[in-house]
């Protein structure tokens, strides 16, 4: 599956350089993997087109989500504010050569058919419909996100894990493309509110200060209209060595 | 939607007492809710056994996700653990009466083909395999959870925000089942180590005091032969009133 795997990164980014250092990758003392038992994956996820942007507007998106993403748009005018587009799996995202780096501290493997948490359901409005805009001067990110009616917790209530997968997100996004850092070392979340599914949330992460390779972050979710503060977070990332 | 998500929770639970309570649910102050777009759901999910119970082993569970199972299992038969069923939505394992309880401090609402978000994908092997035992006397869990390729974060490893969202449903049921508590308040995560996917975590979860309706409790999660830790969390949930 491995070299499979390395082929398939090979197709996607041509990033043959990296294929050696990747296949030399051990698995670490202590490690517990195992060969995953056959897993059947439907013809369909082959098909898949995986430089697709996720994050333009569809028609699940609800007029708010539109009416704030258009407003956000208009700031990438000026070049101040880019809007990162929606990928489907992690190393679309990552850099040339940082993969590299990451590979000397991570084990990261090629699992083909593997994808982004956030793309667990590739129906339009049932998952994570978000999109991420990027502040470089200002090292914040805003991100826009409809939590769709597969993220349940409480009946009708977003699940805690789905919106602190999409404060990572937005954490990982602040800290990755203002400060180098991608390694999540410690998350603490206060959660203030409900958020109810089909509503949108609005997230804002910025980098507080450094430490070393230490990265400190906050994030702030709330409500459209920023009335409701649904939660708040702060992390600490790891720059890459 | 809402009158057919009442009818459907009707059939499902015979929660009859419970809809006028439901019913009379309004939104908060600030709330930003808005009728989602219509959503177009494949027909698989109508035909979905929601009470199916996916908690048991399948042909997608590892050799030694297995035997840990097993060994789980075998602790039950005094009744010192009990395996909680794997289900489709919470409020399949929210007792009676607590639903309404929970409807007093948190906007509930039924909305049909809606799922907890662990169940997002139904193809076995993919997303979140886990099972959870509890322990009452003890007021602790233990998860094994195999995460399947569909929960990537960077290549080949674990999203934190899918390792996160495992051990605050571990949390969750370590709280409810223990304490009665079900609100989040509060989580901090440490993340210490990658987990490949394909490979077993073992998490366990205890309550480690009370204050008032707070409900303190940590988390561990670990490799299956529990030499290497993952990552580790506390938490604060609060009780219903």
Same mark, same amino acid.
């Given at each position: 599956m491995l070299q499979r795997g390395l082929r398939w990164l090979v197709g996607h980014r041509q990033a043959a350089p990296l294929l050696q250092t990747l296949a030399g990758q051990h698995l670490p003392p202590g490690s517990?993997?195992? /060969?995953?038992? /056959?897993?059947?994956?439907?013809?369909?996820?082959?098909?898949? /087109? =995986?430089?697709? =942007?996720?994050s333009l507007p569809n028609a699940s998106w609800s007029p708010i989500m539109v009416e704030m993403y258009n407003e956000l748009m208009e700031k990438t005018v000026d070049g101040s504010w880019t809007r990162?587009?929606?990928?489907?799996?992690?190393?679309?995202?990552?850099?040339?050569? =940082?993969l590299?780096?990451?590979?000397?501290?991570? /084990?990261v493997r090629m699992i083909e058919d593997a994808r982004l948490f956030l793309r667990i359901t590739e129906v339009e409005g049932l998952g994570f419909e978000y999109v991420i805009f990027h502040n470089g001067s200002e090292k914040k990110c805003v991100c826009l996100f409809q939590p769709g009616p597969f993220l349940e917790g409480l009946p009708g209530i977003l699940h805690g894990g789905a919106l602190g997968t999409m404060i990572d997100t937005t954490l990982f996004m602040t800290a990755y493309n203002s400060a180098n850092a991608v390694f999540t070392g410690t998350m603490?979340?206060?959660f203030k509110s409900p958020v109810i599914l089909g509503s949108v949330v609005r997230l804002e992460a910025r980098v507080t200060g450094t430490e070393g390779r230490k990265v400190f972050l906050s994030?702030?979710?709330?409500?459209s209209d920023r009335t409701t503060l649904f939660a708040e977070a702060s992390a600490i990332f790891l720059q890459m060595k």
């Open positions: 517990t993997w195992m /060969p995953a038992q /056959p897993i059947s994956v439907s013809s369909s996820s082959h098909l898949q /087109p =995986d430089k697709k =942007d996720y990162l587009p929606g990928s489907w799996r992690s190393m679309q995202f990552i850099k040339e050569g =940082d590299a780096k990451i590979a000397k501290a991570v /084990p603490t979340i206060v994030c702030e979710a709330q409500s």
